[in-house]
T-cell receptor, first 112, second 114 residues
Framework: QQQVKQSPQSLIVQKGGISIINCAYE??????FPWYQQFPGKGPALLIA?????SEKKEGRFTISFNKSAKQFSLHIMDSQPGDSATYFC???????????FGPGTRLSVLP | ETGVTQTPRHLVMGMTNKKSLKCEQH?????MYWYKQSAKKPLELMFV???????ENNSVPSRFSPECPNSSHLFLHLHTLQPEDSALYLC?????????????FGDGTRLSIL
């Protein structure tokens, strides 16, 4: 119940395409869903986050879509660029405690 | 210097050695964390400190010993490690400990156990 499932494990997209990464959870106590971006040799950095009271949040080319009934949320990267090539982690936290549960990550490669 | 700084960036040690990882945050945060990152596995939370007090220890073997002398510094003391302990160890901090608090990560220490 504390797991966050993430797919795909790896993703290859052409420059200008849309990258979509999906996450699913079981614990209905989760109420905060951040996405982190990690470049090789660097630590993860917060990219964007959403709460379940909204179904979508957009920041520039990055959009989170949230489906509360399905307990799923996804990251969409519009107009993907080679500089977006990184590993992306979804995470969740909730009122059961104060720690994040992370997904296993998706390695995105955007081809020039 | 700003952000979260971890040293050393790389560490190779034998199973009988004793070494320490250091983390320093310049963000004025009150909560600090140690995570273990292994290939193709989720980030594993190891320890949580809030206001220099250890508030969580996620069933981590005693060969890992954390220390938080003040709100800006966090150490992870290592002794008698096993090959399966080879991983990237990440330090993070947040303003306060809370479920909606963004965590700021350092770039990690890549640990290899011979």
């Amino acid at each position: 119940q504390q797991q966050v499932k993430q797919s795909p494990q790896s993703l290859i997209v052409q420059k200008g395409g849309i990258s979509i990464i999906n996450c699913a959870y079981e614990n209905t106590a989760f109420d905060y869903f951040p996405w982190y971006q990690q470049f090789p040799g660097k630590g993860p950095a917060l990219l964007i986050a959403i709460r379940p009271d909204v179904s979508e949040k957009k920041e520039g080319r990055f959009t989170i879509s949230f489906n509360k009934s399905a307990k799923q949320f996804s990251l969409h990267i519009m107009d993907s660029q080679p500089g977006d090539s990184a590993t992306y982690f979804c995470a969740a936290s909730g009122n059961y405690g104060q720690n994040f549960v992370f997904g296993p990550g998706t390695r995105l490669s955007v081809l020039p | 210097e700003t952000g979260v700084t971890q040293t050393p960036r790389h560490l190779v040690m034998g199973m009988t050695n004793k070494k320490s990882l250091k983390c320093e945050q310049h963000l004025g945060h009150n909560a600090m964390y140690w995570y273990k990152q292994s290939a193709k596995k989720p980030l594993e939370l190891m320890f949580v400190y809030s206001l220099e007090e250890r508030v969580e220890n996620n069933s981590v073997p005693s060969r890992f010993s954390p220390e938080c002398p003040n709100s800006s510094h966090l150490f992870l003391h290592l002794h008698t490690l096993q090959p399966e302990d080879s991983a990237l160890y990440l330090c993070a901090s947040s303003q306060v400990r809370g479920r909606d608090q963004p965590q700021h990560f350092g770039d990690g220490t890549r640990l290899s156990i011979l």
